[in-house]
């Protein structure tokens, strides 16, 4: 694979904060799910989010993904203001630098493997039909997956399912992936060939990646920094082998044991 294939549309300042949160606070009812969070990530870091269930990680992807929004405080993407939002217009054009792959598939079952990766691009990025499907088969021969294009998804196993949807994210050429549990989902024996699709991109290209997951080794494999997060806050973070080695949290050892 090379990066040439899944480069950002634009690059930004590498000195520069490429996602930041200011004092972000969110709350579902009675229950503050992130409190006064902050953090930032510069452009083409590796950063993985872990913690117990429940402690805010997949709240601050859907924050960015605008699925929901924040009672307080600030995002800013590459420099823009996503919250508190400044219209649809604006939240449109930070959106299509992101990218995200979920839990589950979210595939189109009607639609073919081609057609759910080349849609976004046509209808969003305004590509040509012919240029889409040349980047779509580029990014199906990345996951191992070039001979499976009229394939519909129900004929995919679901680790091929996921791949195409990794597939998918990375047609839209964002700056930013998003990877929320990615194999959570699935079958123990298909979750080795998705993370190692995910190592790959991480490996060769220059795209930021934001990561939940339980999948301890991977995290270890691919970040370049890990953040521990605990009741809607950031209880400790740093390179993985400091994390992993050496936590200075009484939380993040309690975790860890429980996981690893």
């Known amino acids: 694979?090379?990066?040439?294939?899944?480069?950002?549309?634009?690059?930004?300042?590498?000195t520069a904060d490429l996602i930041r949160f200011d004092k972000v606070t969110k709350r579902f009812g009675d229950n503050t799910v992130l409190d006064d969070l902050c953090f930032s990530v510069k452009p083409g870091k590796h950063v993985t989010l872990i913690g117990p269930s429940g402690s805010g990680k997949t709240t601050i992807l859907r924050l960015l993904m605008t699925l929901m929004k924040p009672e307080e405080g600030t995002i800013h993407v590459n420099g823009q203001q996503l919250f508190p939002s400044r219209g649809e217009k604006q939240l449109r054009e930070v959106r299509k630098n992101i990218g995200m792959v979920f839990q589950q598939f979210n595939l189109f079952p009607n639609m073919t493997v081609l057609r759910n990766i080349t849609e976004a691009p046509v209808r969003v990025l305004g590509l040509s039909r012919d240029e889409a499907d040349e980047r779509a088969r580029e990014l199906l021969d990345?996951?191992?997956?070039?001979?499976?294009?009229?394939?519909?998804?129900?004929?995919?196993?679901?680790g091929q399912q996921q791949r195409v949807a990794i597939a998918r994210a990375l047609?839209?050429?964002?700056?930013?992936?998003?990877?929320?549990?990615?194999?959570?989902?699935?079958?123990?024996?298909l979750v080795a060939g998705v993370l190692d699709v995910l190592r790959d991109i991480a490996?060769?290209?220059?795209?930021?990646?934001?990561?939940?997951?339980?999948?301890?080794?991977?995290?270890?494999?691919?970040?370049?920094?890990?953040?521990?997060?605990?009741?809607?806050r950031v209880i400790e973070s740093g390179p993985p082998?400091?994390?992993?080695?050496?936590?200075?949290?009484?939380?993040?050892?309690?975790?860890?044991?429980?996981?690893l």
């Not at 694979?1 to 590498?14: G, R, W």
């Not at 990345?142 to 679901?158: C, H, I, W």
């Open 241 to 259: 082998e400091k994390i992993f080695g050496d936590p200075e949290h009484e939380r993040t050892r309690e975790f860890l044991g429980a996981v």
């Open 203 to 232: 490996r060769t290209t220059d795209i930021t990646m934001l990561c939940v997951t339980h999948e301890m080794n991977f995290a270890r494999d691919i970040s370049d920094d890990v953040l521990m997060f605990d009741a809607g």
């Open 1 to 14: 694979m090379s990066a040439e294939t899944v480069k950002p549309a634009e690059t930004p300042s590498p």
């Open 142 to 158: 990345m996951v191992g997956l070039g001979e499976r294009a009229d394939a519909k998804p129900t004929q995919l196993s679901g």
């Open 171 to 189: 047609a839209m050429r964002p700056q930013v992936l998003l990877l929320d549990e990615v194999t959570s989902a699935l079958d123990p024996e």
